[in-house]
């Protein structure tokens, strides 16, 4: 008797302390944070969790104050409409802040450990970014002018993590932002390929604070999980084709979506670009003909695929649907990927019915470019830092 009692009591024990074990203690950041969406007055920022959290993001003034000197504004996921979104993937939308202005932010999780169908919610120890010994991130909201800007594109990396982490690694240290313009990965067959196989490394790069904007490349429409690309970035409108502004530069950026027709076997029956391309082609005109983009000084384009007439369907479509409204609206240049190779197209006719220059970044590559009001400046460095390629355009 005794014997069974001491076994019955071990056992309750162990599973005690088995669940003990499994229960998380706290969620972590997996990815990021990386901000998006930066604008003169706010900021979006985002990263990831290993466990479904509610998340937050709180922002101090630059002041030189400790981050604990006082109760810190707290801004919160809002895409729950007035509900704390339960998720792994964080999205907080930081705004009304002065132009200019460097603020420090952390960002902060609660891990959700059950949610009863009564709607009981359960929850692990908070956690976030450890600001006791000052390790805040920092962002500068963007100015209402800038003389110079200078900004790198890395394209065509599919997935080689470790090649991407190499060039990352030679960037300006006072770049304003950086673009990733398409085919980061070569499929996207589960989400977790986002991260490990380019958004970690960017986000470790750019260490919270250099804004970060993208575009989707072909194989990023590639996968099961391909539907989800969008879940990890924020944009203006939404979709991956937006625009965005620093002072008088302004940028528009493109999806020319797959490069083969709709119907080809690869695609099996679920891509159907033309629809969409299409209604991009309407927004697009609607942003051209914006204030936003008339009073610019400058006009930068990126997409993933260049525009090319006698090209495949997705480059050939271009031509029709984008570049014939980009032609009115005195474009500067126009940045692309996907051909692997360093091409400066000029607006001769003989490649696209493009009126302004498309330069192409070559594969594995960092662009770095430096535009003013008077010049935009090329330049292209591979994996060894060697600077590959020069080209500057004098603008009008
Ligand atoms: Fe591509």
Redesign the pocket.
């Known amino acids: 008797m005794k014997k069974t009692f001491l076994a019955i009591v071990l056992v309750i024990s162990s599973l005690c302390l088995v669940n003990a074990q499994q229960k998380p203690v706290r969620a972590k950041a997996l990815c990021g944070p990386y901000v998006q969406c930066v604008s003169e007055t706010g900021f979006t920022v985002i990263w990831t969790t290993d466990m479904d959290a509610i998340a937050w993001v709180e922002v101090a003034p630059n002041d030189g104050t400790h981050f604990y000197n006082k109760e810190r504004d707290k801004y919160y996921d809002a895409r729950g409409n007035g509900v704390f979104p339960i998720g792994k993937i964080h999205k907080v939308v930081v705004e009304g802040l002065e132009p200019g202005t460097t603020y420090r932010y952390r960002i902060m999780n609660k891990g959700v450990t059950a949610y009863n169908g009564s709607g009981n919610v359960e929850y692990t120890k908070g956690s976030g970014t450890d600001v006791h010994r000052g390790s805040a991130f920092e962002i500068t909201t963007l100015k209402k002018d800038y003389e110079t800007l200078r900004f790198d594109i890395f394209n ?1 990396i599919h997935g080689k993590d470790s090649l991407f982490r190499t060039i990352l690694a030679g960037a300006r240290d006072n770049r304003d932002f950086v673009f990733l313009n ?2 980061m990965t070569s499929n996207i067959s589960k989400e977790e390929l986002i991260a490990s196989m380019y958004l970690n490394s960017a986000a470790k790069s750019l260490n919270g604070g250099v804004p970060m904007f993208a575009s989707r ?3 990023e429409l590639r996968g099961r999980d391909a539907i989800k690309w969008l879940d990890y970035f924020s944009t203006p409108t939404g979709t991956p084709y937006y625009s965005f502004s620093f002072g008088k530069f302004f940028f528009i950026v493109l999806d020319a979506c797959e ?1 083969k027709p709709d119907s080809d076997i690869e695609y099996s029956g679920i891509v159907a670009s033309r629809p969409y391309v299409q209604r991009q082609s309407r927004w697009l005109k609607e942003v051209l003909a914006s204030e936003e983009c008339k009073n610019a000084e400058v006009r930068i384009v990126f997409c ?2 260049p525009p090319e007439t006698n090209g495949w369907y997705g480059a050939a479509q271009m031509c029709e649907l984008l570049v014939e409204p980009l032609n009115e609206a005195d474009i500067d240049a126009m940045f692309c ?2 051909i692997h190779r360093w091409r400066v197209a000029k607006p001769d006719g003989s490649i696209s019915n493009a009126n302004f220059p498309v330069i192409c970044n070559p594969n594995m590559q960092r662009m770095e470019v430096t535009a003013t009001n008077k010049s935009i400046q090329i330049s292209t460095f591979d994996t060894n830092g060697k600077n590959t390629n020069n080209h500057t355009i004098t603008l009008k």
């Open positions: 065509d398409g085919d490349g072909n194989h490069d993933h695929v990927g996907h």
